[in-house]
Structure formats: structure tokens, C-alpha cells
């Protein structure tokens, strides 16, 4: 099968959602790596914002916020790797759990091969609650010594998905606790060390994100059975994204509203 890979330099977070959302509606399938300028918390579909995220230190640390087409919780992107895919809902079983069963693979091998052995949660765990995506494991994700490092969210629209998620490469524990209202879920910023972790942080030899972005191609090649081609985004997926990032992920409407529509999505 040939895929479509999209690598796009760091944007801000409403031009990334918008991006991925175009790309979606439609229909083409890609892997796109991408990364996030200015940093920028991003809150999950079903997320009330002003009750989750300190809006404040937001603004004072000059970081985003942007609410997520997909479900689960708060990430802040900042020393990461962004990744997303758009196929056919179907394409690799019926479930969003099955989806997830697949593509976790991809970053299994991609981790492994730099040294470290992460591992798969196949049955999900919860803390106390928390906005923070990382504080919570979802069926299929992945943990190294016990810690998240890549966390991901899902949607399905017209017959195709969109997953999308970080690749930590770093954690700065201290903003990421100035940014979200973490209540009793934990008590200062040192606590999240227990919950979460970046690869430059489990290993001798640092991987900057274009070296990891290259080694998530080839092990979706391997794992998945595609055949990938670089390509740019298509002139109509342009003018999407351009109206989608306009009218929705710019918009405070958007960014600040509670989140209370059911349709199908996942953490």
C-alpha cells in the first residue's frame, strides 16, 4: 500500500490540528511528522480547558493552547515528535483498539532500536484523576520502566481515522506542572517523574527529532506494510486547513468550549 509521508516544520498548535483535520476530510492516507512552535498545550475533544489548564502561566510561559480534534487529555508539546496517521477506518481490524494494537508496533520497534526497552500495556491504567494524558496508560500504549513515553488520541469520520501523538524526547517537568491544574492527581512537579519520561532521558546518546522521525518511517515500512512517498500537501488540503484554523482551532470558541458532543473517540 502506498503512503503518503508529510514532514512539515514546527507551526503553532492551531495550524498543526487544522493540518490534520484537512488531511482527514480528505481521505489521503498518510504518516505526518511535525512539530510545535511555539510550545503548546493541546486539550483532549471532551476537556473543559478553564478547568483543567492554568490559562495564566499558559500566557506568561508563552505557551499555546489548542483544543484537540481527538479525545483523551491535556499534552504539553514542546521536546517531542508529533506523529499522525489517516487511513481507512478498517484498515488494520474493526476497533479503535485494534488501530491501536497495530501502530503501536511501529513505535515499539523504532524505541527498541534505540536501546530501550519500552513495552506494551495491552489493558489500560488510571491514577487519580488528572488532565494530563500522560498520567493515565490507554490499551496498547507504551511504557518504558513503568513510565509513559508516547501517548496518543483517536477519531473516526467518514469511514477513515485519524490517530495522532507525542514521542517525548524530553520532559520539563516544571512548566508542564505550571500549565495544567493538577488538584490531588499530584503535588508538585516532581511527582510527575514517576509518571512519564523522554528518550534523551533513558539514554547515553541524545536522538534529535528529525534523526527519530526517520527511524518511525522505516519501522511503519516494516511494521505496517506500506510503501511510503514523501509528498507536500495537496492545493485543496491547503485551502482546508487554511478555513479550519480560521474559523475553528484559532477561535476561542473552539479552545474554550466544554467539549460535551458525543461522537466516536479514544485516549
Known sequence: MRVRLL?????????????????????????????WR??????????NTMREVNIEACRRLGVDIVRRPTGGKAVLHEHELTYSMVFPENQWGRTIIDTYKTISRVFVAALRGLGLPVEIRA??????????????????ELVLRGKKIVGSAQCRRNGMFLQHGSVLLDVDYVKLYSCLR?????????????????INRERAGSVTAAELGGIIAQCAQTELGIALEESPLAKEEELTAERLEREKYAAAAWTHRSGRTAAKHSS
Open 7 to 35: 514532514t512539515t516544520p514546527p507551526v503553532p498548535g492551531s495550524r498543526n490540528m487544522a493540518v490534520d483535520e484537512a488531511v482527514l476530510l480528505h481521505k489521503i492516507p498518510t504518516l505526518r511528522l511535525y512539530g
Open 38 to 47: 511555539p510550545a503548546c498545550v493541546s486539550v483532549g475533544y471532551f476537556q
Open 123 to 140: 489493558r489500560g491504567q488510571t491514577r487519580a484523576r488528572s488532565p494530563l494524558c500522560f498520567q493515565a496508560v490507554s490499551h496498547y
Open 182 to 198: 493538577f488538584g490531588a492527581a499530584a503535588a508538585s512537579s516532581s511527582e510527575l517523574e514517576s509518571f512519564l519520561t523522554g
